[in-house]
């Protein structure tokens, strides 16, 4: 029989305190660069009523969330997503029309995922959500912010993709086809399936002006000049030229932060249209096969609480973010270590913790035990510099180099404070 | 250039990858039928072979441990693996069909028992018909079910038929055509565009070439 108690279940982890100090350093660096763009942190509950994530045509399906029951009977689930809760909170602070909203998280989300047997249920998400703008200037930020937040992990060889949802959405208006229809068309589309999307566009009923343009839709991606020459001529209607000059402003403000070797286009990104409104974003680091950061622009989300206010914004996948530095060999792994173990006998114990306590005070990592218990801070690893405290003059024993000295502990404390070793990473 | 790797479903869909790509220019020279090794490098050896079972072809491209996939469109179909599917390579083509050892009448009131090794698509298609149905997973001669009375129609995939007028089988309907299809990892095609587009093209300057004579020959 397996004993459960031993184990974890499938796609969550224990984070180890070396692991656990890497992320804390890259989300602090993530943290960093939204606080420098004016966002301020927020949290939501870990668990919110089910019909708040039915309500929003949303991104996640039914299944994919953790579901409990309350005390009253009602459906509440495990934070799927983050994005619908700011919406709902941003939604409570009233019309904001005249005023923005700029927030920042990085909390975990829990989802239940089916289709691959190794991905996460529990992963940790950092992002950005701008409300209140409908301009070019805030998605052209939200980018930068992303592309800044992959430089700030010392990551450079990293591309972000720019869709456009209102595109396609424009597209279809030119075709008479049921939604069924549209969803394959769609799926085909997204997966880049030149030939089926052309085979599909041949049984329409439709012009061959129009036909084209389907055709086409899975080509348009790559360098943003080449998409915007090629996408130029495919525009049928007001929403897609809307569309494709919104995408060329966004682009261009992207520029003007210098960031545009870092971008690329794609119009056939139109997984996620139910929810997106505009620009789209998805982010990659290179030689890892999943995507770190997704957002774009979702106009219609904070109306469904009802005030009528724009939003933008981006999510990064703290741990995929991670996995991928791990293998790009950009994760430091040098783990903290205690800078001096105080060993006492009885007697001196409070000698050794007066001393430990002005160690302490000029941000020295201190531990102190009995000194019986000598042989444990020998063996580990972790600890730099072992003192001993007894009836004598302390003696400091340095395990790197091996030597030992005695000392007062004026003389101690004068040989700390004046050195300017870094003695480990706090 | 970047390195790709390349993953081909082991068996027929393999060789005739091999094949293909050995036109377009794409050599390995240490590849042979009976090689039993699993990982070949190109002669510049900047591309990667790596021979896995066809099932997991969908797995290793979608999780970026292989950048291409040469794999069947049923896999595809009983995955839906969230990948780039390019081109339709031509070889390796069948049917996805439904058989059974009598008539069949559909939408009878009584629960169909189907049995086959792609449930998935058997539920996708029977819900489509609005067909309610148990169904039995098989690993393999799933011909036998019905045969056997373990079931009443199957779902599977046939070349010629052969197999299953032997045993006493008969078509019941055709549910999709199959071939094998070159896959692309979402992140890899934007990552390593130009290399990969560089395959793809060459591939399918390839197909061109041997579609118009197959026009000619007919």
């Not at chain 1, 829990?110 to 301009?135: D, H, L, P, V």
């Not at chain 1, 012009?207 to 130029?232: H, Q």
């Not at chain 1, 972790?382 to 005695?406: A, C, M, P, R, W």
């Not at chain 2, 240490?30 to 072809?57: A, C, H, Q, T």
């Amino acid at each position: 029989m397996v004993r459960l108690e031993n184990l974890i279940p499938q796609g969550v982890q224990d984070t180890h305190s070396n692991v656990y100090e890497v992320k804390e350093k890259i989300i602090s660096n993530i943290k960093q660069v939204f606080k420098a763009f004016g966002y301020r942190q927020i949290l939501t509950p870990t668990f919110e009523y089910y019909d708040l994530f039915l309500k929003a045509k949303r991104t996640i399906r039914k299944d994919e969330m953790f579901k409990l029951i309350d005390e009253k009977g009602e459906i509440l689930v495990l934070r799927p997503d983050i994005t619908t809760p700011i919406a709902r909170l941003a939604a409570s602070y009233g019309n904001q029309k005249d005023n923005r909203l700029k927030f920042f998280y990085s909390t975990n989300i829990f989802r239940i995922n089916r289709e691959n047997n190794c991905s996460r249920k529990e992963f940790t998400q950092a992002g950005i959500e701008y409300i209140g703008n409908n301009s070019e200037d805030a998605d052209g930020e939200i980018c930068a912010a992303a592309i800044d937040c992959f430089l700030s992990c010392s990551i450079t060889d990293f591309k972000i993709d720019l869709g456009q949802a209102a595109f396609f959405k424009g597209l279809v208006k030119e075709i008479n086809i049921d939604n069924e229809e549209i969803k394959m068309l769609k799926n085909l589309i997204e997966h880049k399936n030149f030939a089926e999307v052309k085979e599909i566009s041949r049984k329409l009923n439709v012009s061959e002006k129009v036909k084209n343009v389907i055709d086409k839709m899975p080509y348009l991606y790559g360098d943003a000049c080449k998409v915007f020459d090629m996408a130029k001529d495919l525009v049928l209607n007001k929403e897609m030229e809307d569309s494709l000059l919104n995408l060329k402003k966004v682009y261009g403000v992207i520029k003007d932060y210098s960031y545009e070797s870092h971008v690329s286009v794609d119009l056939g990104l139109i997984n996620h249209i139910d929810y997106y409104t505009g620009v789209i974003f998805k982010g990659y680091l290179n030689n890892y096969g999943k995507e770190v950061m997704s957002g774009g622009r979702y106009d219609d989300l904070v109306s469904e609480y009802g005030h009528e206010i724009p939003a933008t914004g981006m999510g990064i996948n703290v741990d995929e973010l991670i996995e991928a530095m791990e293998l790009m060999d950009l994760i430091d792994n040098k783990s903290s270590s205690t800078d001096f173990a105080l060993l006492y006998n009885e007697k001196h114990r409070k000698e050794a913790v007066r001393i430990s306590k002005k160690l302490r005070d000029q941000g020295k990592i201190v531990e102190t035990d009995k000194i019986e218990n000598t042989e444990k801070y020998l063996k580990a690893s972790d600890i730099i510099e072992i003192v001993t405290v007894n009836d004598e003059l302390l003696s400091v024993f340095d395990k790197k180099s091996g030597n030992e000295y005695k000392c007062t502990e004026d003389q101690f404390l004068n040989k700390v404070s004046n050195s300017k070793e870094i003695f480990s990473i706090h | 250039m970047d390195k790709i790797v390349i993953a081909a479903a082991k068996g027929r869909l393999a060789e005739e990858g091999i094949r293909l790509l050995d036109l377009s220019g794409i050599k390995f020279p240490d590849y042979s039928k009976k090689s039993r090794k699993l990982v070949f490098k190109s002669e510049d050896g900047n591309i990667e072979l790596v021979m896995v079972k066809p099932g997991d072809v969908p797995v290793y491209v979608e999780r970026g441990t292989c950048d291409v996939g040469i794999v069947g469109k049923d896999v595809l179909m009983e995955n839906r693996a969230n990948l780039y599917e390019i081109l339709d390579l031509g070889f390796g083509k069948c049917r996805m069909i439904t058989a059974a050892t009598k008539d069949i009448s559909l939408n009878r009131g009584k629960k169909l028992r189907v049995a086959t090794k792609y449930p998935k698509m058997a539920k996708d298609y029977f819900n489509s018909k609005g067909e309610m149905i148990d169904i039995i997973k098989l690993n393999g001669s799933v011909e036998l079910a019905p045969v056997m009375g373990l079931s009443d129609i199957i779902v599977d995939i046939v070349e010629t038929g052969k197999t299953l007028k032997e045993n006493g089988l008969y078509i019941v309907d055709t549910i999709c055509d199959l071939s094998a299809r070159l896959v692309v990892n979402k992140v890899s095609f934007k990552t390593k565009t130009e290399t990969i587009e560089k395959i793809v093209k060459s591939v399918e300057a390839i197909l061109g070439k041997e579609r118009e004579i197959n026009i000619e020959n007919n």
